[in-house]
T-cell receptor, first 114, second 116 residues
Framework: DGGITQSPKYLFRKEGQNVTLSCEQN?????MYWYRQDPGQGLRLIYY???????QKGDIAEGYSVSREKKESFPLTVTSAQKNPTAFYLC?????????????FGQGTRLTVV | AQKITQTQPGMFVQEKEAVTLDCTYD???????LFWYKQPSSGEMIFLIY??????QNATEGRYSLNFQKARKSANLVISASQLGDSAMYFC?????????????FGKGITLSVRP
């Protein structure tokens, strides 16, 4: 079945450590996105990529990094520079076409700093 | 810049009744798309319905319909015949219709609880 897979579902990190969240899709979508969700804040865009080897900062990119070496994969690294990394992280992808093409989301990764 | 506003507090509806979830938006772009997503407690985002800024008719998808009032910049979601499984967070989102910018901007969401 086609879809987006995020792993792991739950992740615990010690302060000062970098951690990488995985996002893989087999939908042949060009565009991929990372969102952060905090209670009462909705979804905020961290990074997005429209083609391989290219990505742009979203609204809250500080303390995060990404890569897009393959069309199917868009990993997100939460660095030690991110001051408050505890949150729910959602990855999405969409066909890079008309405005009416919806984004498909993964199941999310809940990151907790301990 | 784009902005989506969802200001309703937690909403409650009796099973089998209809409910309207409000969404207003702000954009200077003439062409854009509006989306509604549902997020159950499990966390995944489920696409519900889409409305284009130039669509002449309000969008409908099964029990979901969109009350689109372009002049007022509102795109309210109407859920008819509510079911217990409709209890979730609902997000309104907007995308500009430009090839170079495919960002999807979300509102803060509304919590809907369906009472038996």
């Amino acid at each position: 079945d086609g879809g987006i897979t995020q792993s792991p579902k739950y992740l615990f990190r010690k302060e000062g450590q970098n951690v990488t969240l995985s996002c893989e899709q087999n939908l042949n979508h060009d565009a991929m996105y990372w969102y952060r969700q905090d209670p009462g804040q909705g979804l905020r865009l961290i990074y997005y990529s429209q083609i391989v080897n290219d990505f742009q900062k979203g609204d809250i990119a500080e303390g995060y990094s990404v890569s897009r070496e393959k069309k199917e994969s868009f990993p997100l690294t939460v660095t030690s520079a991110q001051k408050n990394p505890t949150a729910f992280y959602l990855c999405a992808s969409r066909y890079r076409g008309p405005v009416n093409t919806e984004a498909f989301f993964g199941q999310g990764t809940r990151l907790t700093v301990v | 810049a784009q902005k989506i506003t969802q200001t309703q507090p937690g909403m409650f509806v009796q099973e089998k009744e209809a409910v309207t979830l409000d969404c207003t938006y702000d954009t200077s772009d003439p062409s854009y798309g509006l989306f509604w997503y549902k997020q159950p407690s499990s966390g995944e985002m489920i696409f519900l319905i889409y409305q284009g800024s130039y669509d002449q008719q309000n969008a409908t998808e099964g029990r979901y319909s969109l009350n689109f009032q372009k002049a007022r910049k509102s795109a309210n979601l109407v859920i008819s015949a509510s079911q217990l499984g409709d209890s979730a967070m609902y997000f309104c989102a907007m995308r500009r219709d430009t090839g170079a910018n495919s960002k999807l901007t979300f509102g803060k969401g509304i919590t809907l609880s369906v009472r038996p």
